[in-house]
């Protein structure tokens, strides 16, 4: 009896325990954010629909609660065998990894009302614009400071950017982005891809006898910290800027998937697999993307539990607020403009464009929104046309 009731104790203790943690760290949380009650509801109800969200759609993959309501952990099955080893400690790659949604949403949201096109109208309106910002972009990479003449490569870099961004957000509907993971071999998509609006390669795709007339760009890029990098994410990210929907192939392993690749069992500059595949799913179970695979054989398949448009915005104020960004909590579309310049005058782009992409316009009151590079927090740059 006397261990029934030691038992019991225990019990009881480790319970308390357990909810008075859980309670100072929502309240820390709460603390360090002074974000309202409103809020933090949002991020709730963010956090538990993505979970349910990966569960329902992540063939096997499962969201789990971090420490607070930003942060989420996802996890692969127990079973899932590892391919791609670190190259300098020769360790496999593990199948978990945390994400903060808080952090996603702002960003990617920023992104869908801003243009990620690299044009000189970018580069005149940042201070030091071609002195600084064009020469790191210049030198960076394996072509590090081998630009030995500055004045020349600032040239031809003028002369092969557009001045102006030649896509606004919104202008085509449906896009697909593809990737050369090689588990599009024989599925036989080609004509369901050929049927969007837009399609977006990268990364010299094999394409020969296949015409492309599509103008070709550098891309500004925002950061995402170390969450996930490469073209492949830099794709995403052009076509959110420049669509009302984006459906990826060519990118994944899901879970099951056997047919491993060159692509994805070696290391590629960092590229990890299992952590790119997460990162991809924190982004369908965001509303941002589809994923299309082999083992996702109904191209009409329905994303279970997205976040509604509601429950997004309401996130993104919260987010923003938590992370201190630049016009933080506001609804107008400007007040994120850490740095305004009055553009040169132009006529704006607006015959033949769709009506989303018209009304997006109006939105923004013409203003041409860039995405400040590794800074998250600090504002985007904007070019307001000449009234």
Known sequence: MRLLQSGLAIALTSGLAAILIYITGVSTFYEKSS???????????????????????????????????????????????????????????????????????????????????????????????????AWRRINKGILLNRCENKTLCMEKLALVLPETPPFVPKQFGRCAVIGNSGDLLKTRLGKEIDGYEAVVRENGAPVQEVPI????????????????????????????????????????????????????????????????RAYYQMMECLGLIKIHSPMRADPSRVVKWVPSRITLTAARIASEKLLRMVGAGTRDPLGACSITKQCKEKTKKTLGLRKAAKEHQKYVKGTTMYPMEHSLGHGMLCTVPKV
Not at 94 to 116: H, I, K, M, P
Not at 228 to 244: M, N, P, Y
Not at 247 to 272: A, I, L, N
């Open 213 to 276: 007339r599509n103008p070709v760009y550098l891309m500004l890029g925002a950061s995402f910290g170390s969450a996930a990098k490469g073209t492949g994410l830099k794709a995403l990210e052009f076509a959110l800027s420049i669509c009302d929907s984006v459906d990826m192939y060519g990118f994944t392993v899901d879970p099951g998937y056997k047919e491993w690749t060159r692509y994805f069992s070696e290391s590629r500059q960092g590229h990890t697999p299992l952590h790119g």
């Open 35 to 133: 974000i309202s009650d409103e809020d933090l509801s949002a991020l709730l109800t963010l956090q538990s629909g993505f979970k349910k969200c990966v569960s329902a759609n992540g063939l096997g993959l499962q969201a789990l609660d971090g420490k607070d309501y930003c942060q989420v952990t996802i996890q692969f099955p127990g079973d899932t065998i590892p391919k791609w080893r670190d190259p300098k400690s020769g360790e496999l790659e593990g199948l978990s990894f945390d994400f903060n949604l808080c952090e996603a949403v702002a960003t990617w949201e920023q992104v869908r009302n801003s243009t990620t096109i690299l044009t000189r109208e970018f580069i005149d309106a940042l201070p030091k614009g071609w002195e600084e910002y």
